[in-house]
């Protein structure tokens, strides 16, 4: 086994996932490369030190420049605000340094371009952060419709809704400032992304995006609350996405149904450890929806336990995506999603955009393989 210098930008929410996750996955998974926490950094000394003695770093700093320069720090995760993510990576990659990063991988659609040219210029090994759709039931979504047990695909319905800002008395932060920290930068990418995993390419699409609470206590709002769209995917089958900051009630509304030829399935995240299957071939007697709990024999959920139905949680999907960026690093080949495959998401958003403003169907652009 092999050591690898690990260094996060960024200790908060995601920053503090990452670390946890390098922390177990060689316990989990029993991985070739066994991550050092090498160094963290954040925004001011004090917090970057707070973070170093709370996570088990060796060293901290509050110059993004020092941790990605460093000697020690072999492989770099972005977990910082997404005007950062560009000059880090680009950085990053100059140094022949692999480069996980958070998602959206760029806070507009050019950042993400230049990221990934960078990236496959460099021939480094790169990643995009979508976690939700490695649970061990979406993972056993995508093999039943790569497998053909729901027939050919012809209707999606996708959803990210959240009730965080639900209440118009919450105060304007960060969050209500700039279209990056917006739905369409902040929880459409989820979906979308499940969306190309599950059924593919998007052709075209036509949205509304809209601020429902133009101001809030402390100040005007100057991003999105929540979108929708209806797409065409390169396939043929139809679809609907909704996004939402405003969904009252929901929590964690990571939910999609997807209706086949010969059946169907539907999955929610606030049940994340359960999928849904109608397969039409059913004998009439017991046909109907039947409800699989995830266990040993689906992907990806055995390393962490080895009960059925005894599920599986958000920290054990950061730790299977640190899994990938390690396997990536230690065989030198791509794992999905790759910054290309972060750059498709950032072009629908930006299409989503585009026809919100003109009111009318746009064409998604195609990016080349």
């Known amino acids: 086994m092999k050591q690898i210098g690990i260094g996060i930008l960024g200790g908060g929410y995601m920053g503090k996932a990452h670390a946890v996750a390098m922390s177990a996955v060689g316990a989990v998974f029993n991985t070739g490369l066994r991550p050092r926490l090498e160094m963290v ?88 952060g979508f976690n939700y759709i490695r649970t061990p039931a979406s993972q056993f979504a995508r093999q039943l419709i790569s497998d053909g047990a729901i027939g050919d695909i012809t209707w999606f319905r996708g959803e990210h809704t959240e009730d965080f800002y639900a209440d ?48 809030r206590p402390g100040g005007d709002v100057t991003n999105d609350d929540h979108a929708q769209m209806m797409v065409r995917f390169a396939n043929g ?69 080895q009960g059925p139905g005894h599920g599986t949680g958000y920290q054990d999907q950061i730790i299977i995506e640190a899994r990938d960026f390690l396997h990536a690093i230690e065989t030198g080949k791509p794992v999905w999603p790759t910054f290309r495959d972060g750059l498709e998401v950032n072009q629908i958003v930006a299409a989503a955009l585009t026809s919100s403003k003109q009111k009318t169907w746009v064409d998604v652009p195609s990016i080349p393989s």
């Open 41 to 128: 950094a954040a925004s001011t000394p004090a917090s970057a030190e707070r973070y170093r003695a709370a996570y088990g770093f060796a060293r901290a700093t509050d110059d993004w420049r020092v941790l990605v320069n460093d000697p020690k720090v072999d492989a770099i995760i972005i977990a910082s605000p997404q005007s950062t993510h560009r000059a880090i990576a680009e950085a990053a990659f100059a140094l022949q340094k692999p480069v996980f990063c958070e998602k959206p991988l760029g806070a507009d659609a050019a950042d993400s371009a230049a990221m990934t040219n960078a990236a496959e210029k460099a021939g480094v090994v790169n990643m995009v």
């Open 168 to 215: 118009p008395n919450s105060p304007a932060t960060w969050r209500t400032s700039g279209a990056a920290n917006g739905t369409m930068g902040d929880l459409a990418p989820h979906m979308i992304n499940a969306a190309l995993a599950l059924i593919g390419p998007v052709a075209k699409l036509i949205a509304e995006v809209e601020t429902v609470h133009k101001t």
């Open 237 to 305: 089958a139809m679809g609907q996405m909704y996004f939402s900051r405003i969904s009252s009630g929901r929590k964690m509304g990571y939910a999609y149904e997807i209706t086949g030829t010969k059946g169907a399935i539907r999955f929610d995240q606030e049940d994340q450890n359960a999928l849904w299957l109608y397969q039409s071939d059913d004998p009439e007697h017991i046909r109907g929806f039947r409800k699989i709990l995830t266990g040993p024999a689906h992907p990806d959920y055995e390393p962490f336990c």
